[in-house]
């Protein structure tokens, strides 16, 4: 150890008369403006608990004196918003969806509410800018399972398709293998034969005209007699290249063994109908509205 207050004689500094390996301590407080503000903050941040919402209790936190809450603050500016648009949305509840789509002003309205509404609730499944993902349509192309006019997109986004709610869209894909209505060779036959109505190669050995008979004894009540699909039921179009799951043999090997039941959520009572007829407005404006 150092002797206390010895002088470093290199530097002329004070010693602390602490000493690691040979090497000594000087003593050289911090600033005392450094010192000063340093309390300042300690006293700042102890009334800053008091006055403001700051320690976290069991079920809830203190609100401080003031009794500031951000969400409070939010929740006010929302108020105003919806005050200043409120009689915008009510005009746009009223048109109907034709006329809305004839109102320059009410389209934009409609287009940049329906945008907002479709980012919070739609986007994970269809993607944010609609485009979809494997078991969730595109919006952007021009198939619909359901039917693209303005009507029947806003009859499938107020009660969607097999949600529960009494007028959903009910048609489903059967599960032709699980219930042994086919043999597993009678699934590949027609699934290759699913493949040859839009063109896609075929499995070798394929055996085209047992194809076409099982496709019409067991797949032209929903599909029709060309594949062309029907909109009533939710039977989709087979022959245009678009595929929900894939298009590949053993994807739909899979489809027509298990069945396909996808839901679509109904959004009738969870959004009001100003706005579902927005989200309509948008969604049939991405490009593949009929």
């Known amino acids: 150890m150092a002797e206390h207050n010895e002088i470093d004689q290199v530097t002329g500094t004070a010693t602390t008369g602490h000493?690691?390996?040979?090497?000594?301590?000087?003593?050289?407080?911090?600033?005392?403006?450094?010192?000063?503000?340093?309390?300042?903050?300690i006293v700042w941040s102890i009334g800053?608990?008091?006055?403001?919402?700051?320690?976290?209790?069991?079920?809830?936190h203190t609100t401080g004196l003031f009794g500031y809450s951000s969400r409070a603050d939010v929740a006010v500016e929302l108020a105003n918003l919806e005050k200043i648009r409120g009689d915008k949305m009510v005009k746009?509840?009223?048109?109907?969806?034709?006329?809305?789509?004839?109102?320059?002003?009410?389209l934009?309205?409609?287009?940049?509410?329906?945008?907002?509404v479709f980012g919070d609730n739609c986007a994970p499944c269809h993607g944010s800018g609609g485009a979809g993902a494997k078991g969730y349509p595109n919006l952007n192309d021009d198939e619909w399972i359901w039917g693209g006019s303005l009507d029947k997109i806003l009859e499938t986004i107020q009660y969607g398709a097999r949600s529960g709610h009494a007028k959903a869209h009910?048609?489903?894909?059967?599960?032709?293998?699980?219930e042994g209505v086919l043999k597993k060779e009678e699934i590949v036959t027609v699934a290759n034969y699913v493949r040859a109505l839009s063109g896609l190669s075929t499995g070798k050995g394929y055996d085209a005209k047992a194809g076409a008979k099982i496709f019409a004894d067991n797949c032209v009540a929903c599909h029709g007699d060309?594949?062309?699909?029907?909109?009533?039921?939710g039977a989709p179009?087979?022959?245009?290249?678009?595929?929900?799951?894939?298009?590949?043999?053993?994807t739909l090997v899979e489809t027509i063994s298990n069945g396909r039941a996808g839901v679509m959520p109904a959004w009738v009572g969870r959004l009001d109908p100003s706005t579902i007829k927005a989200l309509a407005v948008y969604v049939h404006s991405l490009g593949g509205g009929q």
């Open 108 to 116: 934009a309205l409609a287009r940049a509410r329906g945008k907002t």
């Open 48 to 60: 800053y608990w008091i006055v403001y919402p700051a320690w976290p209790l069991l079920a809830s």
């Open 19 to 41: 000493q690691w390996d040979g090497i000594k301590e000087l003593n050289t407080p911090l600033p005392r403006w450094w010192v000063i503000t340093f309390y300042i903050t």
């Open 226 to 233: 060309a594949g062309k699909g029907n909109q009533e039921l």
């Open 237 to 250: 179009n087979l022959t245009d290249k678009i595929w929900l799951y894939g298009s590949d043999e053993a």
């Open 170 to 178: 009910e048609g489903a894909m059967l599960a032709f293998g699980k």
């Open 92 to 106: 746009l509840g009223a048109a109907s969806l034709v006329e809305i789509e004839k109102d320059p002003a009410l």
